[in-house]
């Protein structure tokens, strides 16, 4: 996981947000060098880079508050860098795989008629109500197995169309990705995820090489559904045990 966290900080690192302001024309680089974010930070620069590559993986709490700040990171972020220096196992879940399906279903039922769906830490759409289910358009004839909320915003032109904001949403569902699966970033399932989406989606890679981070939590966006758009708020559920979320829509205040 010690790469993780270099990667993370070089890429964070190299943001142009953060490049200095009113900076020459002449700079070759983008962000910050390694230099400015270790001055900036109170540590050397042969620790910094030490970071980066790989061979220093367990800074301090306060070298990472340094950091965090010099880098502005987000609340997010702060913690996914926390979770790359300290992976944890991923839990297996509390419910037993007779039992789970039954409880989302339940819960994605009990919110009707709002529309409601329950995602996986690779946003796999493992249950839905109908009304949610129609969120995506085309998604009831895609066969339940092959239904990922991520995939449809990058790839399916039709997402573009339902939701007016998309850039936001599909920015967002990159950031969601990275950090649902902050405590196993080589599995071998996200792997072949990012390495389908990146070959098929350039958005896809260049989000997803920024290293964003952040957890999915309430919002209102805009939704077309037929012929009108309108206004809908989004919360969104964490069920940190089973690996889970779960979206529900309302009508925006």
Same mark, same amino acid.
């Given at each position: 996981?010690?790469? =993780?966290?270099?990667?993370?900080?070089?890429? %964070? %690192?190299?943001?142009?947000?953060?490049?200095?302001?009113?900076?020459?024309?002449?700079?070759?680089?983008?962000?910050?060098?390694? =230099?400015? *974010?270790?001055?900036?930070?109170?540590?050397?620069?042969?620790?910094?880079?030490?970071?980066? @590559?790989?061979?220093?993986?367990?800074?301090?709490?306060? &070298?990472?508050?340094?950091?965090?700040? *010099?880098?502005?990171?987000?609340?997010?972020? %702060?913690?996914?860098?926390?979770?790359?220096?300290?992976?944890?196992?991923?839990?297996?879940?509390?419910?037993?795989?007779?039992?789970?399906? @039954?409880?989302?279903?339940?819960?994605?039922?009990?919110?009707?008629?709002?529309?409601?769906? &329950?995602?996986?830490?690779?946003?796999?759409? &493992?249950?839905?109500?109908?009304?949610?289910?129609?969120?995506?358009?085309?998604?009831?004839?895609?066969?339940?197995?092959?239904?990922?909320?991520?995939?449809?915003?990058?790839?399916?032109?039709?997402?573009?169309?339902?939701?007016? =904001?998309?850039?936001?949403?599909?920015?967002?569902?990159?950031?969601?990705?990275?950090?649902?699966?902050?405590?196993?970033?080589?599995?071998?399932?996200?792997?072949?995820? *990012?390495?389908?989406?990146?070959?098929?989606?350039?958005?896809?890679? @260049?989000?997803?090489? =920024?290293?964003?981070?952040?957890?999915?939590?309430?919002?209102?966006?805009?939704?077309?559904?037929?012929? @009108?758009?309108?206004?809908?708020?989004?919360? *969104? #559920?964490?069920?940190?045990?089973?690996? #889970? %979320?779960?979206? #529900?829509?309302?009508?925006?205040?």
């Amino acid at each position: 996981m010690s790469h =993780e966290l270099g990667d993370f900080l070089r890429a %964070r %690192r190299t943001d142009p947000a953060l490049s200095p302001i009113g900076a020459s024309s002449r700079r070759r680089i983008t962000g910050l060098r390694r =230099e400015e *974010v270790a001055s900036a930070a109170g540590i050397s620069v042969d620790y910094y880079t030490r970071l980066e @590559q790989g061979r220093e993986h367990h800074p301090s709490e306060a &070298v990472l508050d340094a950091l965090a700040g *010099v880098l502005r990171l987000t609340p997010d972020a %702060r913690t996914h860098a926390a979770r790359l220096r300290e992976p944890r196992p991923m839990s297996p879940g509390s419910a037993s795989a007779d039992i789970l399906p @039954q409880r989302l279903a339940a819960l994605v039922t009990a919110v009707r008629p709002n529309p409601a769906y &329950v995602l996986d830490r690779l946003s796999n759409m &493992v249950a839905a109500n109908p009304e949610g289910l129609a969120m995506f358009a085309g998604f009831a004839e895609v066969p339940a197995a092959e239904r990922n909320t991520c995939r449809y915003l990058l790839l399916d032109p039709r997402a573009r169309d339902v939701f007016a =904001e998309w850039e936001d949403l599909a920015r967002g569902a990159v950031a969601q990705l990275r950090a649902a699966n902050a405590d196993d970033l080589r599995a071998p399932a996200l792997a072949s995820f *990012v390495a389908e989406l990146s070959e098929a989606s350039d958005q896809f890679a @260049q989000w997803w090489g =920024e290293h964003l981070v952040e957890r999915r939590r309430a919002s209102t966006t805009y939704v077309r559904t037929g012929a @009108q758009l309108q206004p809908r708020r989004y919360e *969104v #559920l964490h069920l940190p045990e089973d690996g #889970l %979320r779960m979206t #529900l829509w309302f009508p925006a205040e």
